[in-house]
């Protein structure tokens, strides 16, 4: 059975820093494209960040600069470092893996992130 | 870039019909045949329902059906049911800006 489960997520303050996690069962994440995807409180879904298979990274303009996709091999979980965080990056945090034909088959439940003074 | 353009609401009657609509541009939809489907419960993660503009994944009903035409996407869901009451996203591949989603559609079962 395919499981992913995002961590990590919490209350921070602007210009404060956050790693989420996603740990990844049923497929191996360094054999695919994984992505971030969240979604703001009462909004629509926004692409984040792309990891590929081959280590290609891509973010959005939005948070271009200021997060950091990656991922530990061995133990199979994706991250998303966060920094410099801002309240507009408020949002439930998804993790889902992306096919060759740009679609989401598996999304985790998600992680909130709240930047608040 | 924007987000792809979807009306916020549409409802139905059960057993009736909706369509929701996706508008992008010549630049996503009009381009590629990336074009996904996504429902969304309040509180859940969002599902796939199509992918590839009108391919379902297994365990999808065939209620649900997609299309498109030029810079236009669309979501179909024929014999409504109690249990399509959630928010629908389309989604669209972009080229340089990756993937690009639209801002939903809450569809209503009246």
């Known amino acids: 059975e395919v499981q992913l489960v995002e961590s990590g997520g919490g209350l921070v303050q602007p210009g404060g820093s956050l790693r989420l996690s996603c740990v990844v069962s049923?497929?191996?994440?360094?054999?695919?494209?994984m992505t971030w995807v969240r979604q703001a409180p009462g909004k629509g879904l926004e692409w984040v960040s792309l990891?590929?298979?081959?280590?290609?990274?891509q973010y959005a303009d939005s948070v271009r600069g200021r997060f950091t996709i990656s991922r530990h091999k061995s133990d199979n979980i994706l991250y998303l470092q966060m920094s410099s965080l801002r309240p507009e990056d408020t949002a439930v945090y998804y993790c889902a893996r992306e096919r060759d034909e740009h679609f989401f088959d598996y999304w985790g439940q998600g992680t909130l992130v709240t930047v608040s003074a | 870039q924007s987000a792809l353009t979807q009306p916020p609401s549409a409802s139905g009657s059960p057993g009736q019909s909706v369509t929701i609509s996706c508008t992008g541009t010549s630049s996503d939809i009009g381009r590629y045949n990336y074009v996904s489907w996504y429902q969304q419960y309040p509180g859940k993660a969002p599902k796939l329902l199509i992918y590839?503009?009108?391919y379902r994944p297994s365990g999808v009903p065939d209620r649900f059906s997609g299309s498109k035409s030029d810079t236009t996407a669309s979501l179909t869901v024929s014999g409504l049911q109690a249990e399509d009451e959630a928010d629908y996203y389309c989604?669209?591949?972009?080229?340089?800006?990756?993937?690009?989603f639209g801002g939903g559609t809450k569809v209503t079962v009246l």
């Open positions: 989604s669209a591949y972009a080229g340089i800006n990756h993937v690009l």
């Open positions: 049923g497929f191996i994440v360094s054999n695919n494209d």
């Open positions: 590839e503009v009108t």
């Open positions: 990891l590929s298979y081959v280590e290609r990274t």
